[in-house]
């Protein structure tokens, strides 16, 4: 046996090549699959083998693909025995022929075969940016959930689903789950709810499935689809190989129907929101592969940043409300994606390249995933002393070392947002103490728009600012934070920034979504709860209707 490229073992030994081709041979043994396209795989019976010669093919099943045999199409056969997968390499039809009604072809015999070691109960764990959603329905068919395969068997699968489906789950024995590829292939299964974990920060439920009595057609279309993943997983890996191609499985269908995942049923406040919402997601799974030992992804990093640039750039009001709309997302995100788009919308109001506003974003939305290796009970602290900040600042080194791959991002940006966030003037921040001059430009103005976005989120030793309070404290603190780009933030976003709630002194409550370029309000959305903005919100006013509501009595002060 030799080593093969992606964890397969090669078998070039007669007689154990003899044994397994055998038992290619049992019926539904084997599959044939198109190797040019990496295809989803067709049922063929091998009907004859002749060791050292050719072996003879039944593929009266798959007439459909006759004639690209007969032009000499590569193709691969496919099985499974016991715990091994079994390939051969890329061969061609040498000649076919009907006999008594069937379609039989002919075939070099196989100079070695392909073996991949698994166990039925080995587990292919998506990457990240590898999307594949799961709709999971009741006995009724009435009743479903929609969430994301995490992980996938030949015996079962790992789902996430929304936190509310927790009651309907209870109650279901045995449900059908249906999954759901990007490129537009479906899958449906039975399946039984096993072990369940509550995430209630993420709002999400973790849930073991085991499948049901699964047939011979399913078990090799759940065999290419875990063979499929973790081909994928090492194409995308660190040291990756090149020479293979991506999956078919994983490439977006321009043409089908939104991709079925957990966000795609959660309610939002606006468009943009769920737009965001998407950006959400991919720091949401970052969060976790970083819990879990992971480096960031450099290239899906690349691609959200850009995606934000180009919310932005489409309408940059719509996108900063939209920051206050995620509530059912981890506070780490919301924080990251708060920074991110006032940091760009701040930046963008001078001459920097469009590179630099990339990093920039890039660097605000991952800045504070570190603390998520930090120990729970140091952030729910309710009591900071010089132990806990101590304690506190490791998350920024942590965040450095996982930025390892990202060498797009420019080393200046990652040590003025990254690094050096959480310095002050004077010396009190951290991770080094610097100050003053030791603080460049960008650090200084990163620093304001963390503080201003941290302060008007509920933490547990404190709950969130009304934004005149923010300002005031900011203003009162020259020595920690560079009053000029105080100032600057304050006439750039106005007294009463888009996504904040106002109070009427006909105590109507409405969220601030536009502003005039005098920095008065130009469009509010009614709300009738002091709360995060959600699905509920009321009519949009502007112009005269909006005029009549009169002056703003209050500003509250509400976690986003």
């Known amino acids: 046996m030799t080593g093969a490229d992606d964890g397969y073992v090669r078998v070039t030994m007669p007689a154990e090549m003899e044994e397994m081709l055998l038992r290619l041979s049992q019926p539904g043994g084997a599959s044939l699959q198109l190797d040019a396209e990496a295809s989803h ?49 890329p061969l061609a039809m040498s000649e076919c022929q009907e006999q008594g009604g069937r379609l039989l072809c002919r075939c070099p015999y196989p100079t070695s075969l392909e073996v991949l070691q698994r166990r039925a109960s080995f587990r292919a764990r998506l990457r990240l940016g590898m999307e594949v959603g799961a709709i999971v329905r009741g006995d009724d068919s009435e009743t479903s959930l929609q969430g994301d395969l995490k992980d996938l068997s030949l015996e079962g699968c790992q789902l996430e689903l929304p936190l509310s ?45 085991q499948f049901v009595a699964p047939s011979g057609d399913q078990e090799r279309q759940l065999w290419h689809f875990v063979r499929e993943i973790e081909r994928e997983s090492t194409r995308q890996g660190e040291g990756s190989e090149s020479s293979l191609l991506p999956s078919l499985l994983f490439q977006t269908d321009l043409t089908a129907p939104a991709p079925v995942s957990r966000r795609n049923v ?28 992971g480096r960031l992804d450099s290239v899906q990093l690349s691609s959200f940043a850009d995606r934000l640039l180009g919310l932005h750039a489409e309408d940059r009001e719509a996108l900063l409300f939209a920051t206050c709309c995620l509530y059912n997302e981890p506070l780490l995100v919301r924080h990251g994606l708060g920074v991110a788009v006032h ?31 930090l120990p729970a009970e140091l952030l729910e602290a309710r009591d900071w002393g010089a132990p806990q900040r101590e304690a506190l600042a490791a998350h920024v080194e942590v965040i450095r070392e996982r930025l390892g791959a990202c060498h797009w991002l420019a080393s200046g940006v990652v040590q003025a947002v990254v690094m050096r966030i959480n310095e002050r003037l004077d010396g009190s921040g951290y991770p080094e103490g610097l100050s003053g001059e030791q603080l460049g430009e960008l650090t200084r103005l990163a620093s304001v728009v963390d503080v ?65 370029g005098m920095g008065r309000l130009a469009q509010i959305q009614l709300t009738e709860r002091a709360e995060a903005p959600g699905e509920a919100l009321g009519e949009v006013l502007r112009g005269e209707r909006l005029e009549r509501l009169g002056e703003v009595a209050e500003v509250l002060a509400v976690s986003c």
């Open 343 to 373: 940091l760009l919308d701040l930046a963008s109001t001078g001459p920097l390249p469009r590179d630099v506003r990339k990093a920039l974003v890039a660097c605000a939305m991952v800045h504070d995933l570190g603390k998520a290796l």
């Open 165 to 209: 489906g927790a009651g309907f789950l209870a109650d279901a024995d045995l449900v059908e789950i249906e999954l759901c590829f990007l490129n537009g292939t479906r899958f449906v299964i039975p399946a039984k709810p096993r072990h369940r974990q509550a995430d209630p920060e993420r709002q999400a439920l973790r849930v073991g499935m």
């Open 41 to 89: 795989p067709f049922p063929v019976l091998v009907v004859e083998q002749v060791p050292g010669e050719h072996l003879w093919l039944d593929i009266s099943a798959i007439r459909e693909v006759a004639p690209e045999l007969k032009r000499g199409t590569a193709f691969r056969l496919l099985g499974q025995s016991r715990d091994q997968m079994l390939r051969t390499p």
């Open 266 to 293: 959660s309610p939002y406040a606006t468009p943009m929101a769920r737009r965001l919402a998407r950006i959400a997601g991919y720091l949401d799974a970052q969060l976790l592969e970083i819990k879990q030992g």
């Open 452 to 516: 201003v976005e941290a302060m008007r989120r509920d933490r547990p030793d404190r709950p969130a600012w009304a934004i005149s309070d923010i300002y005031r404290h900011l203003l009162s603190h020259p020595g920690q934070f560079d009053a000029r780009w105080v100032k600057r933030y304050l006439k750039h976003f106005g007294v009463m920034p888009i996504g904040t709630l106002v109070r009427f002194p006909g105590g109507e409550l409405g969220w601030v979504q536009r502003l005039d």
